[in-house]
């Protein structure tokens, strides 16, 4: 069986304490095997972001525990073991849309690796944008921009937070291939946080939640 | 009710900001009513220093012939006198006495008698240097001259009359005989008089009965003054204000005695000469002052400035929520009212305190009536900072609309229009404009109630600070944009392999940063400028005091006990690290008896400075040179020169008393060079020469004064007082009550109080400018750093993105602010020349507050940067989210 990528054992996460203590995520025992993709599947505040947030390393649980056996400590993780697509674009409004994108491969000292910038901002149909801020871009065009920016360094493990969120259904369905796409050429590992199931139906494996509680698995991932 | 939650939520959301806006307000605030209180109360103690140290207020001269008792009458009427006494004067035609075989004959001179209570009324008319006042008092100068002294006889040669003999009961200084003998009733504009050189001074009764009879004879030699001392206590105290109120007084008593008698106005006259110098206060107070208010103003424009994108966002929101335009300005209003009373509150609090702490005291009143104006004036601007740029972007109607307003991407309107390099042609002309006229930027010419002060000239140090500041913003920005294709060292260095996406993330940001450069720049500028300016002044100060004293440390004697006898003891005594003697004679030019200063050109430097602005050609080395090198050589004042019409060269035939015979003799010298001024001398006419020649030709080489430089005076002079204790004739003074004791110069006036206000405000001012403006820059683009953090950066690489901007602010605001600084300086040393007495030969540098203010920049850019890095040293998930 593949060695797992993500594990975890009772991790749970909450926010606030005393009578403002929301439980953002229930304890949950998982495990997501290398070149798994995920769809975690669930409605607004279900704790879908706060779990991917958790696998990203960029939060910590409260309690139990959560390990990344197939890349390494959590302080190894980012830039390059992992790429997170945000909810929201999340660039940074000085840089432009190719430093933008260029900006783990910088902060991993893969400076030298410009074509693949260049492959991400095609692939993402964003060349011609290449120049643009931020700040002249549409909404679904700096969502495309984050997206190049987690998959130009073909991490191991790709995160997305509705990813496809800020896009029309049909660029919305055309990104979601261009991601698939990467995500096979180069055998990553992906989980996908969406509340729409005919995204979520575009992987394998489907992880249900619910007031914070992972409540079903599907597929072959389903531990 | 909306408004309070906007404010709730302002200070919940942006606490910093809030408190840091309000501390911004309360620092210009606290600095302009500090600095005007202080002006004011500088004012006041110009003013009080001035009258305390005239002995008589007015002279009343009556006309020949007319009786004293209504023109008393009309004093009285008048209410203003608090004390009268009358002087008798009487003209004689010498003095004569007999000391061992020689009769010792003087020119003419004056007899006065005095009431009995007179030195009680007026008591620094006279200052008693041995003997009693209660009987015939002789001058000291007299008192030389026929070498007699106490209990010693002399002869009143009184015209028309015999001879008469007294018995010299004391011996005194005249401090004012000037004034005593000034011509009453003179026409303005006319030489003054010089005073006689031979004087005594009688009792009433004594006088009358030897010159009643001259009164008789001989009318015109005998003349009557009525002394008044007037109630001080109705002057306004600001010297300005206190001229015209001594003037009126006086011109209503000259009204009601009109004809009996003409009134000299002594008060008026002080007052007259201290004007000028409270003029130059104040626009010494404009000068320095006002740029330190506008900056403090300008650093809180850039902290409320900070936070207008999120106050641009939150009001779109509210209008497309169907609030209308007045209830979107009511937030505004509401946070600008808070902010500027918390503002003026605390500025009015940190004034009280500092006014404490440097021991100013003025009337409650004034200092309630300037503080109250300078916090409504906060009030106001910090309306005008939030509430019109608020009202200015409420036309802004959308979320999407705030975007990319918050930086400018073309240039800015002044910036194509050059109007920095337009600002510095502006101060270049106008600087040389009124330099190359000579002109004096205070005029308050002497008699003339109307007092100005040439406006003008301010436009040139003004325009020099917008000029510079918009010129450091623009090569700043032209310098960050270059910087991301040419690179840029201070990033390639702070940013290691880095360096190219954070110099492109810094050009896009260009004009805010350099902005901040900008703002810093004048900071360290307004700091460096008014270090250097009170540095210089405090050095001319110390300058004029060491003129008047003659040294760090002087030993005067007489000739008959000479302090230069004492040399041995002076240079054995701790603490003294030069001592040179010097001769203080007396000599005729002419009819017009002036001081002698014999000295040895080649070592006087040694004890006191000789400063290039002594002398007439600016060179002390080239005419003491010249001095040494012509044995009868003498440096003659300018007042001299003009007046007695002398080229180089000329032979000056001077008369000098000789000690063999007691008498004057005329004994030669070359006129060699012009001298200004000169240690211990008078401000107008005098006559340096060669000790070695002047022993030469009088018989003797006794050195009347002994210079002495000293590591500590006051501790030194304390020595030497004991140590020469046993010669009473020998008086050791230092530079620090002598500088007490200056009342006619602004230097009298201590600036060092105001000083230290200055230099901490502009040690705060950088702070913020530094720290505030950086760190706000940093906390706007909090989101920026929490994606860095997510990505993956490290802490130093984030530190690169925060380091690189700090130091580029830094460098920039540090060497475009020295720059500024030193340019400023330079300008104001030029422009204020009529503050400094002697004028400065170069400015001085006050290296260590450069370093202070180096290593302080340093330690705020660094400890923001570390803070900010510490603060994203964990990632944030919640800070991805759009503001």
């Given at each position: ?92 409004p000085t ?40 700040d ?88 | 009710m909306i408004a309070l939650y906007w404010l709730r939520s302002l200070i919940r959301v942006a606490p910093g900001r809030t408190l840091a806006t309000a501390a911004g307000i309360a620092l210009a605030v606290a600095f302009a009513a500090t600095l005007a209180i202080f ?246 107070f404009l000068?320095l002052g006002a740029p330190g208010v506008v900056l403090a103003a300008l650093v809180t424009v850039a902290i409320a400035g900070a936070g207008r994108p999120r106050r641009m966002r939150e009001q779109a929101l509210l209008r497309?929520r169907?609030a209308t335009l007045i209830e979107t300005l009511m937030n505004p209003a509401v946070e600008a009212a808070v902010i500027g009373l918390t503002g003026a509150a605390a500025g009015l609090l940190i004034t009280f305190i500092a006014l404490r702490l ?9 200092a309630l009536g300037w503080g109250l104006f300078a916090a409504a004036a906060g009030l106001a601007f910090a309306i005008g900072t939030i509430v019109v740029p608020a009202a200015r972007d409420a036309r802004v109607l959308t979320v999407?609309q705030t975007r990319g307003l918050a930086e400018m991407t073309?240039?800015p309107l002044w ?47 003004l325009?020099?600070w917008a000029?510079l500041g918009l010129?450091w913003v623009?090569?700043s920005r032209?310098?960050l ?25 810094l050009?896009r940001q260009a004009s805010r940063i350099a902005r901040g450069a900008g703002l810093l720049a004048l900071a360290v500028g307004f700091a460096l400028s008014t ?225 230290k206000v200055e230099l901490v405000f502009g040690l705060i001012l950088i702070g913020a400018a530094a720290g505030l403006v950086v760190g706000l820059g940093f906390a706007e683009r909090h989101r920026t750093f929490a ?14 993105f925060l380091?690189?901007e700090a130091a580029l602010v830094a460098?920039a605001g540090l060497?475009f602010g020295?720059?500024t600084g ?30 202070i203010v180096?290593?302080g920049v340093a330690v705020v850019a660094a400890t923001v940067v570390i803070g900010f890095q510490r603060a994203h040293?964990?990632?944030d998930?919640a800070a991805?989210k759009p503001e």
């Amino acid at each position: 069986m593949t060695q797992p990528i993500v594990k975890a054992e009772g991790l749970a996460r909450q926010f606030g304490t005393g009578d403002r203590k929301v439980v953002a995520l229930e304890p949950a025992t998982f495990s997501i095997r290398r070149g798994e993709r995920v769809a975690l599947l669930g409605p607004s505040g279900s704790g879908k972001s706060t779990l991917l947030n958790l696998i990203a390393g960029l939060d910590e649980g409260a309690s139990g525990t959560i390990s990344w056996p197939g890349i390494g400590p959590r302080q190894t993780l980012r830039p390059l073991a992992v790429g997170m697509i945000h909810q929201f674009a999340a660039l940074i409004p000085t840089l432009s849309v190719a430093e933008n994108v260029a900006l783990p491969l910088r902060l991993g000292h893969r400076a030298a690796d410009d074509e693949a910038v260049g492959d991400a901002l095609a692939a993402l149909d964003l060349a011609d944008l290449a120049d643009r801020l931020p700040d002249e871009l549409s909404g679904g065009q700096a969502q495309r921009v984050g997206i190049a920016r987690a998959l130009v360094h073909c991490p191991a493990l790709l995160l997305a937070d509705e990813p496809t969120g800020q896009l029309d259904r049909r660029t919305s369905q055309a990104t979601l291939s261009v991601i698939l796409d990467y995500v096979r050429r180069h055998a990553m590992t992906f989980v996908m946080a969406t509340h729409d199931p005919a995204v979520a139906e575009r992987v394998e494996t489907l992880w249900r939640m619910e007031h914070g509680r992972l409540i079903a698995r599907q597929g072959s991932g389903a531990a | 009710m909306i408004a309070l939650y906007w404010l709730r939520s302002l200070i919940r959301v942006a606490p910093g900001r809030t408190l840091a806006t309000a501390a911004g307000i309360a620092l210009a605030v606290a600095f302009a009513a500090t600095l005007a209180i202080f002006v004011i109360s500088a004012s006041h103690t110009m003013t009080a220093r001035a009258i305390s140290n005239v002995p008589v207020d007015w002279q009343i001269e009556l006309a020949p012939g007319v009786d004293r008792t209504p023109v008393e009458t009309a004093l009285d009427q008048a209410g203003v006198a608090k004390s009268v006494r009358s002087v008798e004067y009487a003209k004689v035609d010498g003095f004569s006495a007999t000391t061992g075989d020689t009769q010792q004959v003087t020119g003419p001179g004056q007899a006065i008698g005095i009431a009995p209570d007179y030195l009680t009324a007026f008591p620094n008319q006279v200052t008693l240097l041995s003997g009693s006042p209660d009987g015939p008092v002789l001058y000291s100068q007299t008192a030389a001259n026929l070498h007699a002294g106490v209990g010693d006889e002399i002869t009143v040669n009184r015209p028309g009359l015999a001879s008469a003999a007294v018995r010299v009961a004391g011996v005194a200084a005249i401090p004012n005989i000037d004034s005593l003998f000034q011509a009453v009733g003179a026409p303005p504009g006319l030489a003054p008089q010089s005073p006689p050189d031979n004087i005594l001074i009688l009792p009433e009764t004594t006088w009358r009965s030897l010159f009643d009879p001259q009164r008789t004879a001989k009318p015109e030699t005998i003349r009557t003054q009525l002394h008044v001392l007037l109630d001080r206590a109705r002057l306004p105290a600001d010297p300005v204000s206190a001229f015209q109120a001594a003037r009126q007084m006086a011109n209503n008593v000259e009204a009601r005695i009109a004809g009996s008698a003409a009134l000299a106005n002594n008060l008026a006259a002080r007052l007259d000469g201290v004007r000028d110098d409270a003029l130059y206060a104040k626009v010494l107070f404009l000068f320095l002052g006002a740029p330190g208010v506008v900056l403090a103003a300008l650093v809180t424009v850039a902290i409320a400035g900070a936070g207008r994108p999120r106050r641009m966002r939150e009001q779109a929101l509210l209008r497309i929520r169907g609030a209308t335009l007045i209830e979107t300005l009511m937030n505004p209003a509401v946070e600008a009212a808070v902010i500027g009373l918390t503002g003026a509150a605390a500025g009015l609090l940190i004034t009280f305190i500092a006014l404490r702490l440097i021991g100013v005291n003025v009337a409650a009143p004034t200092a309630l009536g300037w503080g109250l104006f300078a916090a409504a004036a906060g009030l106001a601007f910090a309306i005008g900072t939030i509430v019109v740029p608020a009202a200015r972007d409420a036309r802004v109607l959308t979320v999407a609309q705030t975007r990319g307003l918050a930086e400018m991407t073309t240039r800015p309107l002044w910036e194509r229009l050059w109007l920095d390099i337009a600002l510095l042609a502006v101060a270049g002309l106008v600087f040389w404009s009124v330099q190359g006229a000579g002109y004096q930027i205070v005029l308050a010419n002497e008699g003339v109630a109307q007092t100005s002060v040439n406006y003008a000239s301010f436009l040139a140090p003004l325009a020099l600070w917008a000029g510079l500041g918009l010129l450091w913003v623009r090569l700043s920005r032209r310098a960050l944009i270059a910087a991301r294709t040419v690179g840029n060292p201070v990033v390639v260095l702070t940013a290691g392999d880095l360096a190219p996406t954070v110099a492109a993330s810094l050009s896009r940001q260009a004009s805010r940063i350099a902005r901040g450069a900008g703002l810093l720049a004048l900071a360290v500028g307004f700091a460096l400028s008014t270090a250097v300016f009170n540095v210089t002044y405090s050095g001319q100060a110390r300058v004029d005091a060491e003129l008047s004293n003659g040294a760090d440390v002087n030993v005067t004697g007489a000739t008959a006990s000479p302090a230069g006898a004492e040399l041995e003891k002076i240079l054995a005594t701790p603490g003294v690290l030069a001592a040179v003697p010097m001769m203080h004679r007396y000599a005729y030019v002419g009819a017009d008896l002036q001081d002698v200063y014999g000295i040895d050109p080649g070592a006087i430097g040694r004890a006191t400075t000789m400063a290039d602005a002594y002398f007439a050609n600016d060179d002390a080395g080239a005419t003491l040179a010249k001095l040494a090198a012509t044995p009868d050589g003498a440096l003659v004042s300018e007042e001299t020169v003009s007046d007695f019409q002398l080229h180089p060269g000329d032979a000056l035939n001077l008369r000098l008393q000789s000690t063999v015979d007691h008498q004057y003799h005329v004994v030669p010298f070359r006129f060699v060079g012009v001298v200004r001024e000169f240690p211990t001398a008078p401000k107008d006419s005098f006559l340096v020469a060669n000790a070695a020649y002047v022993a030469k030709e009088t018989g003797s080489a006794a050195h009347e004064v002994v210079l002495v430089r000293a590591s500590n005076p006051a501790a030194t002079a304390h020595a030497l007082k004991s140590v020469l204790a046993s010669d009473p004739a020998l008086k050791v003074t230092e530079l620090g009550e002598v500088r007490s004791l200056i009342s006619s110069s602004l230097t009298a006036v201590s600036l060092s109080a105001l000083t230290k206000v200055e230099l901490v405000f502009g040690l705060i001012l950088i702070g913020a400018a530094a720290g505030l403006v950086v760190g706000l820059g940093f906390a706007e683009r909090h989101r920026t750093f929490a994606i860095l953090t997510a990505l993956g950066a490290s802490a130093s690489q984030l530190g690169a993105f925060l380091r690189s901007e700090a130091a580029l602010v830094a460098i920039a605001g540090l060497t475009f602010g020295t720059a500024t600084g030193l340019a400023i300086a330079w300008m104001l040393v030029a422009l204020l020349a009529g503050v400094f007495d002697p004028p400065p030969e170069a400015m001085t540098i006050p290296f260590d507050y450069l370093a202070i203010v180096m290593i302080g920049v340093a330690v705020v850019a660094a400890t923001v940067v570390i803070g900010f890095q510490r603060a994203h040293a964990r990632a944030d998930p919640a800070a991805l989210k759009p503001e």
